[in-house]
C-alpha cells in the first residue's frame, strides 16, 4: 500500500521530519505500508545537501520513501494512494475528501493567522478526517480505522461554506437588507432570535450532553480560533486585570490569554442565554470543568460601576446593532465601562470588503462596484443548518421550510467608518481624540487610537483612555 | 457565573437610578463551592478594582467571615488565601441581586445573571 504525505507548498519542516521518522515509518510498516511519497514543499530536509535535489529515493525502516520538492501531478497521487497525511490547508483538504481518500491532518502550529486548526477540528468532528499533532502522528496512524470516517458529500459548494460559516464565524454570500422596523424590533428578530436557535442548535441537539461539558462541547469551542490582533490585546494585558467582553458570544476570548491562564478576567456578556450556557464553560477539557464568568445584558446596557473596567472588548458585535445611533451608544458604553484613566478598548466589526477565503459577494448600491464604500451595507446572512444538524431532531420545528434558513442581520462597515464612529462617539463623550499629550489643562480627558486596520474581512480599532 | 468579583463590578442601572445603586444585595442565594487555581499575583493586582466594605458584605450574605471589615495596608499570603477563596471559588447559582435605591431585582438563574431591563427601564 501507498502512502502520501504532503505539505502543500508551504514550508512544515516539523511534519516531513516527523513522516520519515522511526516511529512513524515502523507504523507504516506494520500496517502493510511498503511505499511512502512525501511532496516536501518549501520544507527544509536534513541533511541540507538533498534540499538541492528535485526528487529523491531513500529506504527506512522498511519502507520505500521517494521525497519530491513538487510532484508533478499531484490528483494522481491522492488517487493511488491509500492513505493522505497531510498539512491542513483548505485547498489539499477538498481535493482529498472528495476523492473519499482517507486522510489523517495534521495543522501547522506555527502559523498564527491562520484557519487551520479551526478547519481540521470542524471537519473531525463532522467525521470526515482525522485531526493530529506532530507528537501524536504515530499513534493517531497506528488507530486510524478508515472505515469509521464518515464519506464526505457531493461536492455542491454549500457544505463547506456551511462549514465556514457555522464553525469559523465566516459568511455564506449575503443579499441587501434595508432596516424597516424599529431598529430594536429588527435585532430582535434577525440577531437574537438567531443566535438563540443557533446555540441551542449546538449545545442541545447536535450535542446532547449538556449537564457535563461533552467532548464535542469542548472541541467545538476550540475550534474557534483566537485571531492574532485579539489574542496580542489580550496577552499585552498586566496581571491583574478586569475586562469585559461585550458580545462575548459562545466565549471564545474569556481563557485568553493562553499562555498566562488566570492572569486577567474576563467577564463575558450576551444578549443570547444559550450562547452563554456554551460561554460559561469555555475552555474547559473533559474531565476539567472551568467555570467562566458571564452576564446575560445588552451592550447597549451599563449594568457596572463606570469605569471599573481596564479593558473592553468588542468582537464581531456592533455590526449587528441595526442603527447609526446605536452603534455610537454601543461605542460609548464601552468607553463608559474602561478606566478614565487607562482604560483599553478593542473594536472588532466585518468588513465590506472581504477577504479571498470566504469568497463571498457582497452586494453594493454602487451600479458597477468600482467606486468605495463610504457607509457601509445593510445584509442578511443566512444561516443554514447543514445536514448533519438536520438528522437530529430539530429543536424547533419549522412548518414549511425542509432545510431551515435564519437570516441574520449585519451592517457592513466601510473602510474608514468604524474609526469615524470611534472618534464621534469619543467626541460626544466628551473626549479629546489624540495621543495623551503636554498640551492640555490637568484633568483633560481624552482617547488615543492605538491602531486601526483591516484583518481577514474584519475592520478594528484599538482605543486607550487618559487623563492628562 | 456570579461570583464575588462580578457582583463586586455590577450596579442597578434602572432609567434613573444613579444613587446608592451598588452594591447590589444577594436576596434568597443558592451557592456552590468550586476550586480555582490560586493565582496570588492576580489577587494582588487586581484589588484596587474592588469596593472593600461590598466585597465584605457580600461575603457575610453568602455564609463567608472570614475577611477583617478593613482593609489590611499589608497583603499577606493568608490574607490573599482568603480572598481568593472569598472571590474566585463562591458561586452563586440561584437567587437574585437587589438594588437598595430602586428594588429592582436582577434574577440569578443557572449561575448567570440577568441584568437585562425591560423596555421601559432603560435609561
Ligand atoms: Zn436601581
Given at each position: 500500500m501507498i502512502v502520501f504525505v504532503t505539505v502543500g507548498s508551504t514550508r512544515f519542516d516539523a511534519l516531513i521530519e516527523a513522516a520519515i521518522s522511526e516511529p512513524v515509518l515502523t507504523t507504516l510498516r506494520d500496517l502493510g505500508y511498503a511505499r511512502l511519497i512525501l511532496q516536501r514543499g518549501n520544507s527544509i530536509i536534513e541533511p541540507e545537501e538533498s534540499n538541492r535535489e528535485s526528487c529523491y529515493s531513500i529506504q527506512r525502516?522498511?519502507?520505500?520513501?521517494?521525497?519530491?520538492?513538487?510532484?508533478?501531478?499531484?490528483?494522481?497521487?491522492?488517487?493511488?494512494?491509500?492513505?493522505?497525511?497531510?498539512?491542513?490547508?483548505?485547498?489539499?483538504?477538498?481535493?482529498?475528501?472528495?476523492?473519499?481518500?482517507?486522510?489523517?491532518?495534521?495543522?501547522?502550529?506555527t502559523l498564527l493567522d491562520n484557519h487551520q486548526e479551526e478547519l481540521a477540528s470542524a471537519l473531525q468532528t463532522l467525521g470526515h478526517l482525522k485531526a493530529t499533532s506532530i507528537q501524536n502522528l504515530a499513534s493517531t496512524i497506528a488507530s486510524f480505522e478508515p472505515r469509521d470516517l464518515v464519506p464526505f458529500p457531493p461536492f455542491d459548494g454549500s457544505k463547506f461554506s456551511n462549514l465556514i460559516d457555522e464553525e469559523m464565524g465566516n459568511m455564506k454570500p449575503v443579499k441587501s437588507v434595508t432596516v424597516v422596523d424599529d431598529p430594536q424590533v429588527h435585532e430582535d428578530q434577525y440577531v437574537h432570535a438567531v443566535y438563540d436557535q443557533i446555540a441551542s442548535h449546538f449545545s442541545s441537539t447536535r450535542y446532547k450532553v449538556r449537564t457535563t461539558v461533552s467532548s464535542n462541547l469542548y472541541r467545538f469551542n476550540r475550534a474557534l480560533q483566537p485571531w492574532p490582533i485579539i489574542a496580542k490585546f489580550l496577552s499585552d494585558l498586566p496581571t491583574g486585570w478586569i475586562g469585559l467582553d461585550s458580545g462575548a458570544g459562545n466565549g471564545k476570548y474569556l481563557p485568553l490569554p493562553a499562555d498566562r491562564p488566570g492572569c486577567i478576567l474576563t467577564i463575558g456578556l450576551d444578549r443570547s442565554r444559550n450562547l452563554l450556557q456554551i460561554a460559561q464553560h469555555a475552555?474547559?477539557?473533559?474531565?476539567?470543568?472551568?467555570?467562566?464568568?458571564?452576564?446575560?445584558?445588552?451592550?447597549?446596557?451599563?449594568?457596572?460601576?463606570?469605569?471599573?473596567?481596564?479593558?473592553?472588548?468588542?468582537?464581531?458585535?456592533?455590526?449587528?446593532?441595526?442603527?447609526?445611533?446605536?452603534?455610537?451608544?454601543?461605542?460609548?458604553?464601552?468607553?463608559?465601562a474602561v478606566s478614565p484613566d487607562h482604560g483599553r478598548v478593542l473594536i472588532y466589526v466585518w468588513a465590506i470588503e472581504q477577504d479571498e477565503l470566504s469568497k463571498r459577494s457582497i452586494p453594493t448600491s454602487d451600479s458597477d462596484g468600482s467606486s468605495p464604500h463610504t457607509t457601509g451595507e445593510d445584509v442578511f446572512v443566512p444561516w443554514v443548518m447543514s445536514r448533519q444538524h438536520k438528522q437530529d431532531t430539530p429543536v424547533v420545528p419549522t412548518s414549511v421550510a425542509e432545510t431551515p434558513v435564519y437570516n441574520r442581520y449585519y451592517h457592513m462597515f466601510a473602510n474608514g467608518e468604524l474609526k469615524q464612529l470611534a472618534v464621534q462617539a469619543a467626541e460626544e463623550f466628551g473626549l479629546v481624540i489624540g495621543p495623551r499629550g503636554n498640551v492640555y489643562d490637568e484633568g483633560c480627558r481624552g482617547i488615543e487610537i492605538v491602531q486601526e486596520g483591516w484583518?481577514?474581512?474584519?475592520?478594528?480599532?484599538?482605543?486607550r483612555r487618559w487623563v492628562s | 457565573m456570579v461570583r464575588l468579583i462580578t457582583h463586586n463590578l455590577l450596579a442597578c442601572h434602572v432609567k434613573g437610578?444613579?444613587?446608592?445603586?451598588?452594591?447590589?444585595?444577594?436576596?434568597?442565594?443558592?451557592?456552590?463551592?468550586?476550586?480555582?487555581?490560586?493565582?496570588?499575583?492576580?489577587?494582588?493586582?487586581?484589588?484596587?478594582?474592588?469596593?472593600?466594605?461590598?466585597?465584605?458584605?457580600?461575603?457575610?450574605?453568602?455564609?463567608?467571615?472570614?475577611?477583617?471589615?478593613?482593609?489590611?495596608?499589608?497583603?499577606?499570603?493568608?490574607?490573599?488565601?482568603?480572598?481568593?477563596?472569598?472571590?474566585?471559588?463562591?458561586?452563586?447559582?440561584?437567587?437574585?441581586?437587589?438594588?437598595?435605591?430602586?428594588?429592582?431585582?436582577y434574577p440569578i438563574s443557572n449561575g448567570i445573571p440577568n441584568m437585562l431591563l425591560a423596555e421601559h427601564e432603560i435609561g
Open positions: 525502516y522498511g519502507v520505500d520513501i521517494e521525497i519530491w520538492k513538487f510532484k508533478p501531478s499531484i490528483q494522481a497521487e491522492f488517487e493511488q494512494a491509500d492513505l493522505i497525511i497531510s498539512h491542513a490547508g483548505s485547498g489539499t483538504i477538498l481535493d482529498v475528501l472528495r476523492l473519499g481518500k482517507p486522510l489523517v491532518v495534521v495543522p501547522n502550529p475552555g474547559s477539557e473533559p474531565g476539567r470543568l472551568i467555570t467562566r464568568e458571564v452576564v446575560w445584558g445588552d451592550v447597549l446596557g451599563s449594568g457596572w460601576r463606570s469605569g471599573v473596567f481596564d479593558y473592553a472588548i468588542s468582537i464581531a458585535t456592533i455590526h449587528h446593532l441595526a442603527s447609526h445611533g446605536r452603534r455610537k451608544l454601543a461605542v460609548q458604553r464601552l468607553l463608559q484583518e481577514r474581512s474584519n475592520y478594528y480599532v484599538e482605543l | 437610578c444613579t444613587t446608592n445603586n451598588f452594591p447590589l444585595v444577594f436576596q434568597d442565594v443558592q451557592v456552590e463551592l468550586q476550586e480555582a487555581e490560586f493565582n496570588p499575583d492576580f489577587i494582588r493586582n487586581m484589588l484596587p478594582r474592588l469596593e472593600w466594605t461590598a466585597l465584605v458584605n457580600a461575603a457575610k450574605q453568602v455564609g463567608d467571615t472570614s475577611l477583617p471589615l478593613e482593609q489590611p495596608d499589608m497583603m499577606d499570603d493568608e490574607l490573599l488565601q482568603k480572598l481568593h477563596h472569598a472571590l474566585m471559588e463562591i458561586h452563586i447559582i440561584e437567587g437574585a441581586m437587589v438594588c437598595q435605591n430602586c428594588r429592582h431585582a
